[in-house]
């Protein structure tokens, strides 16, 4: 079995009709499954997460991003979230039976053709990207839909990888492959927002901490709880428990404890592994010995074995 | 999607051919998944473990009873493990959208099959017993293949639940349900194999010490280390990583330090998510925030859902 996780943000979070709409053509693929839809008004922005086969999700992904040309008009669109086009990013993310390369490939396929048929300017970005500066989103986003056209006619490094360059109702948008990315919040136990920020500076990779996370210290609900919030871009170059321990380690020199943490949408097996693995020294804990690990890929191959 | 998980014992671990025949056996069930085949030529014993839904594991473990009964004669084998019969215990372990009432269920229903069309006296046993004494596997086994027959008439308590009264060249067969059985051992870096055994009597259940645990103290190859083996019957009962924080403690009263632990066989994702829970106090993530659980709740519906 092959599964890629595809995880399209849109730039429409109020009108539930047109957010269906997008959701129902990803469903119109056989064999891609729908695992989450998470809309935000304030953001006007909805992502939604899906997987299946390469091909299938990448169909899907082109399906969406149709939709979403034909129902969201970026001349109108405001919120509060940055973004370029109405199908603003899809990143292809391998999860069974496929690598990296083979989601820079799907990046490459897809992009050529919302290019071609949808005449859409296309950036590759993340690790399909062409150019270096192109690895990292807020780059490509730069200016976004209502300045994209003018730097794209001024600035040659702004062209797009694919498509026109020229921007219609529709914007243009970034595709690309990227590992996992879990969204992982942990919460200290004081009133200190100042410490949570000069923690989340600390760890971040822009502030020379750990590679691969992103970090901001947040005020949250309650008043006596401060928050480190994080992404982690790849839990294989930094585990998700190096990022709490070293939270903990910053917050008690400060006489400050871990209130708890919280994952945000989906983790990884292999997380929970590694973590596992840590705690109580099993070095030589595996994938392959969790029971669920390999009912997934007994029910796949029986999936892919002609019928009897 | 309903799987349970069948793991059959039988009295045969050195014949190559007898083996592969039971594996055989339980593989021409459609919808059964052998997911491991282990044999000790010392036990003289083979552990096989397979999973299907419930109708078609019952079914599996029928046709494996069939073949062992007709290829292992009780008369003539010899091994160091105990046991009653050519299959000497079939235990049912709920995996996926099935309970434990359901595995008592196929237990009684497998026992009274085994009883009546092959002739077996059986046992039904741990959450299926229906003697309270009978919970336990070695009181069933009290006096093996070679005095069962004598007790069965001698003593009115030795009664098979299903079946005939008398052993045949088969012997008998214990027929129960249970929780995920999960083999851990961990490793203290100390050659003191006294201490070792004391752990391991402090943290065992028969010894006071935690409930569903069984555990004992064994030296290992390496001469400097000792290890504390341990069956956690009931990981639900007492997590994988408080046994383990435990033994630290009771090894670290002691001036040693754990050097490693190792999981023996498969592992379920509910161990790895309790262990990271408590290691980086995530408090609210569940089962269903794992992708590889989404996925196979995924594809275990689609599997059901009628062809297009």
């Known amino acids: 079995m092959q599964l890629v996780e595809c995880v399209p943000n849109f730039s429409e979070g109020r009108r539930q009709i047109v957010i269906d709409a997008i959701r129902r053509a990803a469903e119109t693929v056989p064999d891609v499954t729908v695992l989450d839809v998470h809309s935000d008004g304030v953001h006007n922005r909805t992502v939604l997460t899906f997987v299946g086969s390469p091909a299938a999700a990448a169909e899907a992904a082109f399906r969406c991003t149709e939709r979403a040309a034909a129902l969201i008009d970026m001349r109108e669109q405001r919120g509060e979230h940055p973004r370029i086009g109405a199908t603003d990013v899809i990143p292809f993310v391998p999860v069974w039976g496929v690598d990296m390369n083979d989601c820079v490939a799907l990046a490459n396929q897809l992009g050529e053709r919302v290019g071609l048929e949808l005449q859409i300017p296309v950036y590759l970005y993340a690790e399909a990207a062409r150019r270096p500066e192109r690895r990292w989103l807020p780059t490509v986003r730069k200016g976004q839909y209502e300045g994209l056209q003018e730097l794209i006619r001024t600035e040659p490094d702004r062209a797009p990888d694919f498509g026109p360059a020229r921007l219609g109702p529709a914007g243009a948008t970034a595709i690309g492959a990227r590992p996992f990315l879990v969204a992982y919040n942990v919460n ?14 600390t760890v971040r990779e822009s502030g020379g901490g750990l590679p691969a996370v992103q970090a901001r210290g947040m005020a949250t609900s309650e008043p006596d709880v401060v928050q480190v919030s994080l992404n982690l871009l790849d839990t294989s170059v930094t585990p998700l428990h190096v990022v709490f321990g070293e939270i903990r380690s910053l917050a008690r020199a400060n006489g400050v ?5 919280e994952v945000v949408g989906l983790l990884p097996l292999d997380v929970l592994l590694a973590t596992t693995v840590q705690h109580v020294k099993a070095f030589e804990l595996r994938r392959e010995h969790i029971l669920e690990a390999r009912l997934l890929a007994a029910l796949s191959e029986r999936r892919e074995a002609p019928p009897a």
Request: charge should be negative; include cysteine; proline fraction near 0%.
């Open 188 to 201: 200290l136990a004081c009133a200190d927002l100042q410490l949570a920020r000069d923690i989340a500076r």
């Open 257 to 261: 404890e871990i209130q708890d943490s």
